[in-house]
């Protein structure tokens, strides 16, 4: 499900900042996972006409160039395709999650999301 957000968002904004400032922990556990660890994924801001759309990237290939990910999700942009393998550059990442004993780590703008569809 495709849920816009203005991109001047204060909520957002910070998400995606506290997701860029601790992008080393992804890092770390994605490059020496502990056995509890999985479900690596990346969201990167992809740039069509005057829309971007942040898309979740699986099955990551960071040591690639340019690095790679598969599009994870339904993209609404039309050069995009679910399952698609794409190129993305780091300093579009917007986000990052891993699940460790089944609990979510990151996920930082989805958290915003979900929090704004809770009923007040």
């Known amino acids: 499900m495709l849920i816009s957000v203005k991109s001047d968002d204060e909520k957002m904004v910070a998400a995606i900042n506290s997701a860029r400032k601790s992008l080393k922990q992804f890092l770390d556990a994605l490059f020496a996972p502990k056995p509890n660890q999985k479900h690596f994924l990346l969201k ?10 942040h898309i979740w ?12 990910g598969v599009v994870a999700n339904e993209p609404k942009i039309p050069t995009l395709e ?27 703008t989805s958290q915003v999301l979900q929090a704004s569809k809770r009923p007040n």
């Open 44 to 53: 990167v801001a992809f740039h069509y006409q005057e829309e971007t759309e």
């Open 57 to 68: 990237l699986a099955d990551l290939d960071l040591a690639s160039t340019p690095v790679t």
């Open 82 to 108: 679910y399952m698609q393998r794409v190129p993305f550059n780091a300093s579009d990442i917007t986000d990052w999650m891993y699940y460790e004993d089944e609990n979510l780590v990151g996920g930082f």
